[in-house]
Antibody, heavy 118, light 110 residues
């Protein structure tokens, strides 16, 4: 069974750094792209970027380029999304999702709620 | 890339059919047959309902169907059931490993 399990909710202050994770299981982690999606409170889904864990090839949405860093550690089947300096406007639910070449974005993690507040 | 355009809300009675539209451009919806639809219940992760415009993953009822004409894709739900009440998002590939989502449509089952 394909599963993407994300790290738990985080509460941070503006200016702090953060790295959240997404661990894949039930499939060959290095053979599928993993994307990240933001959902701000009460809002829709926004594509942030995607990484291929096999060689760490990473592509960012123009809206998020330079704002976040996506990485992966294939030895532990885990993808990451990180911020160097959080802002209140980063408060959102963040989802990781697998991209299947034949089915598009198919499996999703359960989401990680990030709250940034002074 | 701008978000795809969806109606904010649609509604229907049990047993009826509803259609949700998703309008993009020739750079996304119109340029690729890679449109997906996701169902999201409150507090839950999105669930894939349709991919490649009209294909259904196993386990998704055949009451859900998808289509596309030009720059507009559509999701039709027939035989509405109470459990279909949720938010629905379209998503299209836009090239260069960029995907774009619609703003979401709230489906109310009356």
């Amino acid at each position: 069974e394909v599963q993407l399990v994300q790290s738990g909710a985080e509460v941070k202050k503006p200016g702090e750094s953060l790295k959240i994770s997404c661990k894949g299981s039930g499939y060959s982690f290095t053979s599928y792209w993993i994307g990240w999606v933001r959902q701000m409170p009460g809002k829709g889904l926004e594509w942030m970027g995607i990484i291929y864990p096999g060689d760490s090839d990473t592509r960012y949405s123009p809206s998020f380029q330079g704002q976040v860093t996506i990485s992966a550690d294939k030895s532990i089947s885990t993808a990451y999304l990180q911020w160097s300096s959080l802002k209140a406007s980063d408060t959102a639910m963040y989802y990781c999702a697998r991209r299947d070449v034949n089915r598009g974005i198919d499996y999703w993690g359960q989401g990680t709620l990030v709250t940034v507040s002074s | 890339q701008s978000a795809l355009t969806q109606p904010r809300s649609v509604s229907g009675s049990p047993g009826q059919s509803v259609t949700i539209s998703c309008t993009g451009t020739s750079s996304d919806v119109g340029g690729y047959n890679y449109v997906s639809w996701y169902q999201q219940h409150p507090g839950k992760a999105p669930k894939l309902m349709i991919y490649d415009v009209s294909k259904r993953p196993s386990g998704v009822p055949d009451r859900f169907s998808g289509s596309k004409s030009g720059n507009t894709a559509s999701l039709t739900i027939s035989g509405l059931q109470a459990e279909d009440e949720a938010d629905y998002y379209c998503c299209s590939y836009a090239g260069s490993y960029i995907w774009v989502f619609g703003g979401g449509t709230k489906l109310t089952v009356l």
